[in-house]
């Protein structure tokens, strides 16, 4: 049986065919590589040119910062908000530009919160830098009201049961994360009690040289205050003042003939509230008052009472101050200076800006309250108080879970039950903790005028001021002058970044989307 072979045919060509689509190929990939080269320059040259003008970008927010951090006019010396146009910097060219963040218009001498906006441009490749400055100026004054300190008592201290003390969260300067600073007068044994569940970090002491080893169990003073510290009286309480009155008739006969034709209204405040002068106005439950100064015997504001300051009010409390469930509240650039002769009891009450929230800032020193006697306050339940509170003779107790947004000088400083101190460190401009302010003398001893103060007048405390500083001033005859030669930068500017080449804003509100719908995709990539 003969086996059948299968026919080979012969593969001609195949190896040719092979080797001319390798050539094709090849060449495909070489023209499209060499064609790349031409572009490729250019390109690279562009991602060149973009880092550059972002980087120039940064340094022109940093330049911004240090111009509003120095006491150059800025303020004035701008074409319709822009400071530098098309200047020379860091290879390129910036244009920096300020608008006043409340009028969105050019800044004005009042100007202190602002918008900056820096235009970089390198090669033709532009970049934009864009941020909100808050700037709080340097003040030129003597600071003797021990506003430096959270805490500053002339007898004792005592922080118990959970009771706490720290940096306001909501002020413009608690990323900066200082020391908090409290001090006293006292040398005995004891005289600072930190018994508290809460922890206390960050915090430092401030004894007299002679105080007792152990004044404080818990805490070492970390500084020694020099001899002969004063603590001075509060301001004197202005001397003409109109009378306020809520509850009860005027008492003066004068003011009885004056609106004689009105004897039917029972109040000063019923007098005010049906037209006989704009100074104070009242409803069923909140009373509006106007700028002005006023005197008062007892001031009781019981529980859905609401008092709306306009303006720049005084009012001094001759007697007892007591509010029960009640507010005070400022208006938008008021200031309220309370003078309180006697007793101060406030319970579950509000004293601050409109916006009631611990989370909502206002300057403290914008509400004083000056306690004018030996006297005690007492500050408890749920009460909230945005203020300084200057009593150098008085006890000043905070229980309950009250909270003081601002600073306390007391003879006594009691914190119990959960209250807080929320210190806020815009209060704090050198002071007696500061051994370089213009309290003390070249060799850092306290001046001797300094140690004769006996009372917070402002007239004298300028004088004095006056007396030992040096005059200084900053001249510049331009913009470009102002890095020949270190600058000093005695103001405090806070910034956050709005736009980085991006609207950060936007790549935020993205993330947010992402995460609510879950989508994986878009939450990785922000969350990275």
Known sequence: MQTQKTPIHPRRGIALMIVMIAIL?????????????????????????????????????????????????????????????????GGGEITLTVIDSET?????????KVDITILSSIEGISQTTQATATIFPAEDDFDVDYSEYAIFAQSQITIRDSASIHQWN???????????????????????????????????LHTLSNASSMLSPSLSSAQELPDSMPFPSPPTPPKECKPFSLDKASDDEDDRDDYEEHENHLSWANMFAHGFGQDFRKSDNTIDVQSGSYEIKNLTLNAGKSVTVHGDVSL???????????????????????????????????????????????????????????SNWDIDGMST?????YAPMSDV?????????????????????DSRLLYDSTLDHGGFADSSSSLYDGDGELRPQVKQLTVLDPVLIDALYESVSETASNTYSSFQDWWDEPTKRPNEVTYALIVYGVDARRWESFARFARQTRSTTFATVFDK
């Open 170 to 204: 909501a002020s413009p300067l608690v990323s900066q994360q200082n020391q908090l600073l409290i001090g006293t007068l006292a040398t005995g044994p004891m005289s600072v009690q930190l018994n508290t569940w809460s922890p206390l970090r960050n915090i430092s």
């Open 25 to 89: 190929v090849t060449g495909t990939m070489a023209v499209a590589y060499f064609g790349s080269r031409d572009n490729s320059i250019a390109i690279s040259k562009n991602v060149e040119a973009s880092l550059r003008a972002r980087a120039v970008a940064e340094s022109g927010l940093d330049l911004a910062i240090a111009i509003l951090e120095t006491n150059a006019d800025w303020r004035t010396q701008h074409t319709d908000g822009v400071i530098l146009d098309s200047f020379a910097f």
């Open 385 to 389: 108080i945005k203020c300084e509170i």
């Open 316 to 374: 001094t409390i001759s007697d007892t101050c007591t509010l029960n469930a009640a507010s005070i509240l400022l208006a938008d650039d008021a200031t309220l200076t309370l003078h309180v002769g006697g007793n101060v009891r406030i319970t579950s009450s509000y004293i601050g800006n409109i916006e009631k929230s611990t989370n909502s800032w206002i300057d403290p020193s914008r509400i004083q309250l000056y306690g004018q006697a030996d």
């Open 104 to 112: 969105d218009s050019p800044p004005t001498e009042s100007t202190n």
């Open 397 to 417: 107790e905070l229980s309950g879970v009250s909270t003081v947004c601002g600073r306390i000088a007391a003879n006594e400083v009691t914190l119990r039950g």
